[in-house]
């Protein structure tokens, strides 16, 4: 089972800034988080990934809490091509699978 | 930019028929997954493929199921004796490695599946 929560969705106007959160409050210390948004039916697209420090991507960025519990993916200026269901995913260690949730459903709204 | 090629993108085929989903990976890639996705549900994990083994399976994956890397480039899943609840978007991915947490999973478009 997907070890992260995630809103089942979430509202964003256009051109604002769309926060995504999730929770892993049982992340091991070396899982990574990993976040993937799939758009209608097409392949999952990776958008970026981090351990314990924060990130940033051309995509957007990623705040990761001090204690990893949880996380919170950043879209700076979200576009109507953003709309989407964003999945968190904390990445089995020394495995390469990824266990996909239910995600959250982003609905940019012009 | 280098990305996983799916043929066919769309299959029809009629219950009990054999199906194969071919896969073109990227080209320096050394793991390869199978993932499926049932109209409306989430995307599950099938198959991981490396070292021309397999590596991981999910309890989907029963025998009917099965996966080849014929040759240097091609990553297929083959379906021996389909059912109903098959149909899908069946999808390929494949990365470069997987220590460190920092191997990415590419995702090919995905091949949809009807059967009928």
């Known amino acids: 089972d997907a070890k992260t929560t995630q809103p089942p969705s979430m509202d964003c106007a256009e051109g604002r800034a769309a926060n995504l959160p999730c929770n892993h409050s049982?992340?091991?210390?070396?899982?990574?988080v990993y976040w993937y948004r799939q758009i209608h039916s097409q392949g999952p697209q990776y958008i970026i990934h981090?351990?314990?420090n924060n990130e940033t991507n051309e995509m957007a960025s990623l705040i990761i809490t001090e204690d990893r519990k949880s996380s919170t993916l950043i879209l700076p200026h979200a576009t109507l091509r953003d709309t989407a269901v964003y999945y968190c995913?904390?990445?089995?260690?020394?495995?390469?699978?990824?266990?996909f949730g239910q995600g959250t459903t982003l609905q940019v709204k012009p | 930019e280098p990305e996983v090629t799916q043929t066919p993108s769309h299959q029809v085929t009629q219950m009990g028929q054999e199906v194969i989903l071919r896969c073109v990976p990227i080209?320096?890639?050394?793991?390869f997954y199978w993932y499926r996705q049932i109209l409306g549900q989430k995307v599950e994990f099938l198959v991981s493929?490396?070292?021309?083994?397999?590596?991981?399976k999910s309890e989907i994956f029963d025998d009917q199921f099965s996966v080849e890397r014929p040759d240097g480039s091609n990553f297929t899943l083959k379906i021996r004796s389909t059912k109903l609840e098959d149909s899908a978007m069946y999808f390929c991915?494949?990365?470069?490695?997987?220590?460190?947490?920092?191997?990415?999973?590419?995702f090919g478009a995905g091949s949809r599946l009807t059967v009928l």
């Open positions: 049982t992340i091991s210390g070396n899982e990574y």
């Open positions: 995913i904390v990445r089995v260690a020394l495995t390469g699978k990824l266990i």
């Open positions: 493929f490396y070292n021309n083994e397999i590596s991981e």
């Open positions: 981090g351990l314990k």
């Open positions: 080209s320096n890639h050394l793991y």
């Open positions: 991915a494949s990365s470069a490695g997987v220590a460190s947490g920092a191997n990415v999973l590419t």
